[in-house]
């Protein structure tokens, strides 16, 4: 974890900090476990822990070596203190990701709008639903 992200990590309270290691611990995992995803970097976005996914190098017919789009769309995840009791995973809303997730997963999460997957601070994480919505989140781009 970089010194900035760490910074952030350290203003949640400790319950809080734990369910957001989890989190960045999961989306670390499954980035880690997917083919075609290459490197994630972490970083800060609007203030909150962002993991995006880096264009990966290949080699066109000639042997050159270019860059492809990045395979995934950014993945963000925080807590806010107007709601204590929650934390949330955040994708890009120009995105279908929540549909795709709420069609998957109708009674599994709760969903805001188009980019928020929120979760209850005493509820226990839906754990491979949840690493079936990170990898899609992580390959976004490859299906297009």
């Given at each position: 974890?970089?010194?900035v992200?760490?910074?952030?990590?350290?203003?949640?309270?400790v319950?809080?900090?734990?369910?957001?290691e989890?989190?960045?611990?999961?989306?670390?995992?499954?980035?880690?476990?997917?083919d075609?995803?290459?490197?994630?970097?972490?970083?800060?976005?609007?203030?909150?822990?962002?993991?995006?996914?880096?264009?990966?190098?290949?080699?066109?017919?000639?042997?050159?070596?270019?860059k492809?789009?990045?395979?995934?769309?950014?993945?963000?995840?925080?807590?806010?203190?107007?709601?204590?009791?929650?934390?949330?995973?955040?994708?890009?809303?120009?995105t279908?990701?929540?549909?795709?997730f709420?069609?998957?997963?109708?009674?599994?999460?709760?969903?805001?709008?188009?980019?928020?997957?929120?979760?209850?601070?005493?509820?226990e994480?839906?754990?491979?639903?949840?690493?079936?919505?990170?990898?899609?989140?992580?390959?976004?781009?490859?299906?297009?």
């Open positions: 974890m970089n010194d992200v760490k910074q952030k990590f350290d203003t949640y309270p319950k809080v900090r734990a369910k957001l989890y989190l960045r611990q999961l989306i670390l995992e499954v980035a880690a476990n997917t075609k995803v290459g490197e994630v970097e972490e970083t800060l976005k609007w203030g909150e822990p962002a993991y995006i996914t880096l264009p990966i190098q290949y080699e066109d017919k000639s042997g050159k070596l270019k492809a789009k990045a395979p995934g769309t950014t993945i963000r995840i925080d807590w806010k203190s107007k709601s204590p009791d929650q934390y949330a995973l955040y994708v890009n809303c120009q279908s990701l929540i549909n795709s709420n069609s998957l997963f109708p009674n599994t999460f709760t969903f805001e709008g188009s980019r928020t997957v929120v979760f209850r601070l005493d509820d994480l839906p754990e491979e639903a949840l690493r079936v919505c990170i990898q899609m989140a992580l390959t976004y781009h490859l299906g297009k």
